[in-house]
């Protein structure tokens, strides 16, 4: 596999909370010369992406890192994101929710996102470092019954990121039509190929400049 091949599948990421306009900016440029999958940034920096960079795919993050902000507000800043020109949402489920086995919170909470980005690409973060077996053999049904495009392994802000042996449970229980992306914790070439090897059809990452020349 060449690093271009991988970079397709890369969404070039900076999510850090002191993240300034400047980092934005420079992954913004790389991912357009280098080809990259998209990029993943915060919310706020949405809008000035999509006008300084109209041709750029831009990913944003919802209801992150934690996720236990309730599903209205999960809707109301995806529909913003949308608005300001975000093409892709990466989510963060309930977690608390599923592990009370309130698996129709976190249902309801994807299809609400689900809606309030119609023809957007949606990507459903489940954090498996605080999950259970079951607990993730469960999440994949939700989000295959909630619509979405993506199951996602990680924030890379939980107790650890993403893991092979995850990779394939998903790949089990997953619907047809659901897409695997890995995140947190990639940071060689080698680990990059081997979830894509592995399965995954995107990889969330801060080290693509590995990749680059």
């Known amino acids: 596999m060449t690093n271009s091949e991988i970079l397709a599948h890369i969404d070039h990421t900076v999510l850090k909370p002191d993240t300034k306009w400047e980092q934005v900016a420079q992954i913004c440029e790389e991912a357009l010369r ?3 999958a998209s990029v993943c940034i915060p919310s706020y920096f949405v809008a000035k992406a999509r006008k300084t960079y109209p041709a750029l795919n831009i990913c944003t993050v919802i209801g992150f890192p934690i996720g236990y902000t309730p599903a ?14 975000a093409d892709e949402i990466d989510m963060v489920i309930n977690v608390s929710a599923l592990k009370d086995g309130e698996d129709a919170i976190v249902l309801e909470e994807i299809k609400a996102v689900r809606a309030a980005c119609a023809g957007k690409i949606l990507k459903v973060i489940v954090e498996t470092c605080y999950l259970t077996e079951d ?17 996602k392994t990680s924030t890379g802000f939980g107790t650890a990121g993403a893991e092979l042996a995850d990779i394939a449970l998903f790949k089990a229980h997953i619907g047809k039509n659901v897409k695997i992306k890995a995140a947190g914790g990639i940071r060689t070439r ?12 995107r990889i969330g990452c801060s080290a693509a400049r590995i990749l680059f020349s």
Not at 135 to 151: H, N, P, Q, S, W
Not at 190 to 201: I, K, N, P, T
């Open 34 to 36: 280098y080809h990259t």
């Open 72 to 85: 209205e507000a999960k809707a109301a800043e995806t529909r913003i994101a949308a608005e300001n020109g």
């Open 135 to 151: 607990e993730k053999i469960r999440v994949c049904g939700l989000v295959t019954e909630g619509g979405a495009d993506y199951i």
């Open 190 to 201: 080698e680990q990059m190929e081997a979830f894509l090897d592995a399965g995954c059809d």
